[in-house]
């Protein structure tokens, strides 16, 4: 989000106070605003955001080194998240992991709940953490009545594919073994995640179709399915909407060895042979945003193998709406009927009341 010359304490008041000005006064501080090749128009707020961002210089997502981006990410997220969740617990534990232990943070409502959701953050498998999307997470507890474990998984380049995958499935099949010890009905856990995380969720769920133990609904969040990058979107919207163009080749060419790697179906869901099977889905999809269509095809390709699965494009709204829902009230709209969907699809079982 916007680097802002003020002190850090008052960069979320800032942010509050502009974007939260009447819609006459943010087409105005707006200036020109976008409109996609389907005659979607940019969001107001976010619309404002993006021309604060340019005129603050903000950097790309990858610009400078690993470390530097990490930390712009840990320390931008949040401002936009959500923060004013109450009454959510949470700890951190470590679970056994492919090569070594996992760090995990539980959160629970005080109320708890017999659903679960396991949560793998965006990040392009570069950045993010469970502290880049703590906010999101906790409201997810509290919208959706679920138990979230959100998983610190290994990221490139110092773990390259298919580390993050073995994570990911690793720390799933730990829940879904360990339910009962966690609290939670083993026939009532989730997956899901937000891009990058959003690839991982899709994964193990393709992974995990034919094991006993399997999650119970998939949300998936502006998910990456297709690396080979030959939709429509990734031209219409590769600079000037958060997630552009070199960025995604940045993250790219420190995740994958080799690019002969994108049509491994490993990396790349929408390329595996066998969709059937899969656990119920929700995919959203922002209308600004380069993995727009990927996903759509995604969910298609989900429901001519049989799922149910559901697409929902947030048309206003750019990659990385997300972790907007503290601020940007189309975002929070969106992530407020997803939470309602995972919400009725884990509570449908008489083992979660």
């Not at 969001?43 to 981006?69: I, K, N, W």
């Not at 703590?134 to 138990?147: F, S």
Request: net charge neutral; aromatic share 6%; charged share 25%.
């Amino acid at each position: 989000m916007p680097k802002l010359p003020i002190p850090a304490r008052l960069e979320r008041p800032l942010l509050k106070a502009v974007l939260g000005a009447p819609e006459p006064v943010l087409l105005r501080l707006a200036g020109v605003r976008a409109r996609s090749p389907e005659g979607y128009d940019l969001d107001p707020q976010v619309a404002t955001l993006l021309r604060m961002m340019r005129l603050a210089g903000e950097p790309e997502l990858t610009d400078g080194s690993v470390s530097d981006a990490r930390r712009r990410m840990e320390r931008n997220g949040p401002l936009l998240d959500y923060t004013d969740v109450r009454g959510i617990d949470t700890h951190d534990r470590t679970i056994p992991g492919p090569t070594s232990a996992l760090r995990v943070r539980v959160y629970r409502s005080k109320r708890g709940s017999r659903a679960g959701l396991v949560f793998f953050h965006g990040g392009g498998f570069v950045l993010g953490s469970i502290a880049s999307h703590d906010g999101v997470c906790r409201a997810l507890v509290e919208l959706a009545d679920v138990t979230v474990i959100s998983v610190d998984y290994r990221l490139a380049p110092e773990h390259p594919f298919p580390a993050g995958l073995e994570d990911a499935e690793a720390a799933t099949r730990w829940v879904l073994d360990n339910a009962e010890s966690l609290g939670l009905s083993p026939t009532a856990v989730a997956v899901g995640g937000d891009s990058a995380g959003g690839n991982l969720a899709a994964l193990v769920c393709l992974a995990l179709a034919r094991a006993e133990r399997r999650p119970a609904f998939q949300l998936l969040v502006y998910p990456a399915t297709d690396f080979r990058r030959g939709h429509a979107s990734h031209r219409h919207f590769a600079e000037g909407f958060l997630l552009g163009e070199r960025s995604i080749d940045l993250f790219l060419e420190r995740y994958l060895n080799g690019r002969d790697l994108v049509r491994d179906p490993r990396v790349s869901p929408l390329l595996a042979d066998d969709h059937t099977g899969l656990p119920p889905a929700l995919v959203l999809t922002a209308g600004f945003d380069p993995l727009r269509d990927e996903g759509a095809a995604y969910a298609a390709r989900l429901r001519a193998a049989g799922v149910d699965a559901h697409h929902v494009c947030a048309e206003s709204l750019v990659h990385g709406f997300f972790n907007m829902g503290g601020m940007v009230r189309a975002a929070d709209e969106v992530i407020r009927r997803a939470a309602a969907r995972l919400r009725d699809a884990l509570h449908s079982s008489p083992l979660t009341k």
